[in-house]
């Protein structure tokens, strides 16, 4: 069976001597030692001032919001995972869309202009794919307007922009290590600013409100233990090999498939150095998708439609905005499957089906 992606483990014995050690000192949780490695290693590998382990990437753009003492209308984009408007809705705030670019699938910065009213106070908005929104454009018209910049940038590590970090960009991003990620903690993600009195509300909400007996204010759990650091720490040095692994995959893909009818986002901004996150399609229409998919699925393959659906339409999001690229295209994107040690032979023969079912 291959899946749309599967999670990268470890040598065993590697993780075992962190457990082993954990074990020795008898400290799980609670900012220990592990924890605080892995946040040094992770603020070195991406070059930024702050890096805080968090208990997962939705609880991440929660925090952010709260850092930032957002409440009320944020303009996200509606072609993202639904984490990304949940935790809006979830921190009693307003979300309203603005429709993506045809181009590369991320938010287009003038209907973010276009969507602000007297009670737009944030701007929250996703690297789809890891590929980077246009970080300029929207940097100024949070500056224009006074707004607040924060990049749910859960698919996004280890892309450079210009050489920097995308993570680096906006008032704060927001990373998910889910076991599904690119690089991952089992669970866990992580909140990343360059402010510092951000970053000290931020380590505060964290862990209920208050370091020792400094209770500062309410908070929330979003700490993580030192078995999920224990993971970081073995999977962080081998991103670079699990990048190139992922970008000879998708260079089969890219030579493999038949574009004459099918696209794919197209990465427009500063020179980038990707992540191949993921390997998304775009399909003539639904129906084609739903063909491709049943083609794929009758030899155990399975692909998955990300992001489906359209954020913007779902029952509980009460915002009126019209997302007419969005509500089209996540009827026919269809991501394949993409991780490490996905054989090549699989890949071509992926590409065979696909290509059969388009004829
Ligand atoms: C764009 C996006 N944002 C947020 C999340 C939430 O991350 P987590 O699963 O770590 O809570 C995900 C998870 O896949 C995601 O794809």
């Given at each position: 069976m291959i899946n749309v992606t599967k999670t990268f483990l470890p040598p065993l014995e590697e993780y075992q001597q962190y457990v082993q050690g954990i074990w020795e000192r008898n400290q799980l949780t609670n900012n220990g030692p592990l924890v605080q490695e892995l946040e040094k290693q992770l603020r070195e590998y991406l070059g930024v001032k702050h890096c805080l382990f968090v208990s997962n990437g939705t609880i991440a753009i929660q925090l952010a919001l709260k850092a930032l003492n957002i409440t009320k209308e944020v303009i996200t984009t509606p072609f993202s995972y639904c984490a990304t408007s949940h935790a809006i809705i979830w921190e009693n705030c307003v979300p309203v869309f603005a429709d993506i670019l045809e181009s590369d699938y991320c938010v287009d910065p003038a209907k973010v202009e276009a969507a602000i009213t007297e009670n737009t106070e944030a701007i929250l908005v996703t690297h789809v794919y890891g590929n980077p929104c246009d970080v300029d454009a929207l940097q100024a018209i949070a500056d224009k307007y006074q707004l607040k910049l924060i990049y749910d940038a859960a698919h996004a590590f280890g892309v450079k922009v210009d050489g920097k970090s995308l993570l680096s960009f906006g008032d704060i991003s927001t990373c998910s290590f889910h076991s599904t990620k690119v690089f991952h903690s089992i669970?866990?993600?992580?909140?990343?600013?360059?402010?510092?009195?951000?970053?000290?509300?931020?380590?505060?909400?964290?862990s209920f409100g208050h370091k020792g007996d400094d209770y500062f204010t309410i908070g929330i759990n979003?700490?993580?233990?030192?078995?999920?650091a224990a993971m970081g720490l073995c999977n962080l040095p081998r991103v670079p090999q699990i990048?190139?692994?992922?970008?000879?995959?998708?260079?089969?893909?890219?030579?493999?498939?038949?574009?004459?009818?099918?696209?794919?986002?197209?990465v427009t901004k500063g020179v980038v150095e990707r992540n191949y996150a993921y390997f998304p399609i775009l399909l003539p229409s639904e129906a084609i998708l739903l063909k491709v998919r049943a083609a794929l699925e009758a030899e155990n393959i399975f692909p998955r439609r990300y992001f489906y659906p359209s954020l913007s339409s779902l029952s509980f999001v009460t915002s009126t905005s019209n997302c007419p690229i969005s509500d089209d295209y996540a009827l026919r994107a269809l991501?394949?499957?993409?991780?490490?040690?996905?054989?090549?032979?699989?890949?071509?023969?992926?590409?065979?089906?696909?290509?059969?079912?388009?004829?």
């Open positions: 669970e866990g993600g992580a909140v990343i600013t360059d402010n510092d009195e951000y970053a000290w509300l931020l380590d505060r909400y964290r979003g700490k993580n233990s030192e078995f999920h990048i190139e692994a992922r970008k000879a995959i998708v260079d089969l893909y890219e030579a493999g498939l038949d574009w004459s009818k099918i696209s794919q986002p197209i991501a394949l499957p993409l991780y490490y040690d996905l054989a090549h032979a699989d890949v071509v023969r992926i590409c065979q089906i696909v290509n059969t079912s388009l004829a």
